[in-house]
């Protein structure tokens, strides 16, 4: 298990364009002798990264299920991180200044699934649960753990009709958030106007936007 715990001001302006940029660059002797395929998945991690981001700012967390004040919100990444997403999702936290109700958010990451799983269930403080696309086989609607307000994010749309709260996934060409309200609704979360107005990077996979559609 490996963490990374950030807590840094809030009120930091985030231009998502440098960021990438800068880890072009401080990346080049690994990354530019890569294929062209291998480039455009670092790209696809980029702009899941970001999704993942605006979810963290713009979900109604309740703070009587959060830990105690001061105390940080715990995210477990869950697979072999080939393109360091969890690297690119802390910069992009750490940059923006982004945190759940003034906690600070912590990162750890786990190879295996049931490792993760077992450190959430004696862990009241993990609240997002991350799933990389290279333990989409050990992922099962059932393994959501039963904790109010708990998400979990799938990173691609091999997760979509999963069970998870979020996934990215292409519509139309177009990489987007996708959410199932079904499950959002029974954990005890819900979305705020700012995520739901923005229909090129949201859209709804499961209900309407105003509550649960049951099957």
């Not at 709260?165 to 499950?183: D, E, Y």
């Amino acid at each position: 298990m490996r963490k990374l715990q950030l807590g840094l001001p809030r009120g930091m302006i985030l231009v998502f364009a440098v960021f990438f940029s800068s880890v072009s660059v401080s990346s080049s002797g690994k990354e530019g002798l890569m294929l062209p395929l291998e480039k455009s998945k670092f790209h696809l991690v980029n702009l899941q990264v970001t999704h993942l981001s605006h979810v963290f700012k713009w979900i109604k967390w309740k703070e009587g299920d959060l830990p105690v004040a001061g105390k940080p919100v715990k995210c477990v990444i869950v697979g072999e991180d080939r393109h360091r997403f969890r690297e690119r999702l802390s910069f992009v936290v750490a940059e923006s200044g982004t945190s759940v109700l003034e906690h600070p958010i912590e990162f750890l990451s786990f190879g295996k699934m049931d490792e993760a799983l077992r450190f959430t269930k004696k862990d009241a403080s993990v609240m997002i649960l991350v799933v990389l696309d290279s333990v989409d086989e050990e992922w099962t609607s059932d393994l959501y753990p039963n904790r109010p307000s708990f998400i979990v994010y799938g990173q691609s749309e091999r997760f979509r009709k999963q069970g998870m709260t979020f996934c990215s996934r292409s519509i139309h060409n177009r990489l987007k958030l996708a959410v199932n309200m079904k499950r959002a609704n029974r954990s005890g979360v819900s979305l705020s106007n700012e995520l739901l107005k923005r229909k090129r990077i949201f859209s709804v996979d499961n209900g309407i936007a105003s509550g649960p559609e049951e099957k």
